[in-house]
């Protein structure tokens, strides 16, 4: 019995002793620790843990720079950039201007969002407050907003403010929504918003008056919408019914009239440049002769005078869609069309007079031209009547200026500014918006030159849809020879070569 158990004992040590983790190697695992391997090793994980921690740090450092410094813009349009003249404005600031923006948490629009932050970062001055109407629903009444909309803003500095509402930051043009279903939309918060900020911080805005009684058109409401949003105000002038021209007058506009003015509003015309006053003349060739003598007699004392006929173009690099009269001019260096030539755009002038430069200008007298045609250009002497686009006996050769932009110094030192365009179709909405904007562009830029506001001139909406492609008559020949004929016929040819190589192996 003992014997037994013995035995059943000593089999369940060896069982035990069989399934016993065998007992480490302390000498061993310590001389682990000292390996070439581990040492190595060590390196990696603490590498790893630095490089880990850097790139926490520079991602919160990068967070919180402005977002002007961190992101590229590679739009088309640089929809996610601002203008210099937005850039010299914000920063110049002297006054603290506040911008409020009225939004709901979760439905802050994007881009107004983009555009906000990189006004704050470029002055101390500005400052952007988040306003939520379910949070202040009584703050927007203080401003006259009855009604609030998501991404509303109210800009204010001292006791002046001015809104922008939600639907001013969005630009739709529906004239190809017929044709191709499209929309173009553009955004147009950086102009809106630029505008409010000048508006609160100026305390003089400049005055347009337009000419009327001698059959002038009328600017569209979109011209007078883009004028508005340069802080121009605009009101209507008979020179029939004043002694002179109203004194808070910067500038007066004279919009295609069909019949000329009388003597005495051109001696007001004269005293009121004289006296340092500024105007922005449209016309066209007059369909009887001497139709607008007076004006051209005014014109003529600041050294442009009119060529006779209507201005045809003989080069097709020069014109648009095939019409030898739908110019597509040269934009010569200035300010108001540096802008236009850096960002390649265009200005369409169906249907224009030229302009003649006189040679002897007094010293007084700084004359630019602005538009002009190309070396092969002439001026049909038939005008409205002329029954061919070709060159006949008698038509007046080229070049010819489109437009000038003229400088006077007066008498008593005040200087005065004139920009005459050949041509009244400058500003139809059409012809416009066939090369996007451009031709706004340049009369905002006209109107801001005269008016001494150089900094607001070309802040444009930015497109988040295609925009037009104007391209001359000549480089569309080009094109299409090129896809029409020249491709396939290259593509064939390869195919033959490739089926007669293989043939032949």
């Known amino acids: 019995m003992f014997g037994k158990k013995s035995k059943e004992q ?23 620790f000292r390996t070439r391997n581990f040492r190595v090793g060590g390196y990696s994980v603490v590498a790893a843990a630095i490089v880990l921690a850097i790139a926490i740090m520079v991602n919160l450092f990068v967070n919180a720079l402005p977002s002007s410094w961190t992101q590229l813009d590679t739009t ?77 803003l109210v800009v204010e500095c001292g006791d002046r403010y001015t809104t922008v509402s939600a639907s001013d930051l969005y630009e ?8 191709t279903g499209s929309i173009d939309v553009s955004f147009a918060g950086e102009g809106s918003l630029t505008s409010a900020v000048s508006y609160v911080t100026s305390d003089d805005l ?17 011209f007078e919408s883009a004028l508005e949003k340069e ?16 004194e808070d007058a910067d500038c007066i506009l004279i919009y295609g009239p069909s019949s000329d003015i009388s003597e005495t509003e051109l001696e007001l015309l004269q005293e009121y440049l004289s006296a340092g006053g500024n105007l922005i003349l449209l016309t066209d060739t007059p369909e009887d002769d001497g139709a607008l003598d007076n004006l051209e007699s005014l014109m003529a004392d600041y050294g442009v005078t009119t060529v006779d ?28 069309t540096s802008p236009l030539i850096s960002d390649n755009y265009y200005v369409l002038i169906p249907i224009a007079q030229g302009l ?54 007066n008498d008593d030192e005040s200087e005065s500014k004139i920009v005459w365009v050949g041509s009244t179709s400058l500003l139809d909405d059409d012809i416009n918006t066939a090369v996007s904007g451009g031709n706004q562009d340049f009369f905002l830029n006209a109107v801001n030159w005269i008016c ?54």
């Open 356 to 409: 003649e430069i006189a040679d002897d200008l007094d010293d007084s007298l700084s004359v630019s031209a602005l538009l002009t045609t190309s070396d092969d250009a002439y001026s049909k002497l038939d005008g409205w009547a002329m029954t061919t686009y070709s060159q006949e006996s008698g038509d007046i050769d080229g070049p010819f200026t489109l437009a000038v932009a003229i400088t006077k110094t």
């Open 452 to 505: 001494g506001q150089e900094e607001s001139i070309s802040i444009r909406s930015k497109s988040l849809s295609s925009e037009y492609l104007t391209i001359d008559s000549a480089s569309a020949s080009v094109m299409t020879l090129t896809v029409v004929i020249v491709l396939p016929v290259a593509f064939l040819v390869i195919g033959v070569f490739i089926w007669a190589r293989r043939r032949r192996a």
């Open 172 to 179: 739709y043009d529906y004239s190809s929504y017929y044709t």
């Open 76 to 152: 088309a349009s640089g929809v996610f950039s601002i203008s210099s003249q937005t850039e010299q404005i914000v920063s110049g600031l002297e006054d603290d201007v506040t911008v409020y923006w009225l939004v709901r948490s979760g439905d802050e629009d994007t881009y107004l969002e983009n555009l906000l932050e990189r006004y704050e970062s470029l002055s101390d001055h500005l400052t952007v407050v988040k306003k939520d109407p379910d949070v202040y629903p009584t703050f927007a009444t203080q401003y006259g907003i009855s009604s609030v909309s998501d991404n509303d």
């Open 206 to 222: 400049p005055k347009l008056y337009t000419l009327t009684g001698h059959g002038e058109s009328s600017l569209s409401s979109d």
């Open 10 to 32: 000593a089999e369940g040590k060896a069982e035990k002793k069989k399934f016993q983790l065998p007992r480490p190697d302390m000498a061993k695992f310590r001389a682990s």
């Open 231 to 246: 802080n121009v105000e605009i009101e209507e002038l008979s020179l029939l019914t004043v002694d002179a021209v109203p």
């Open 309 to 336: 006929g209507i201005v045809v173009e003989g080069n097709q690099s020069y014109y648009a869609y095939g019409y030898p009269y739908y110019l597509l001019p040269e934009l010569e260096s200035h300010t108001i």
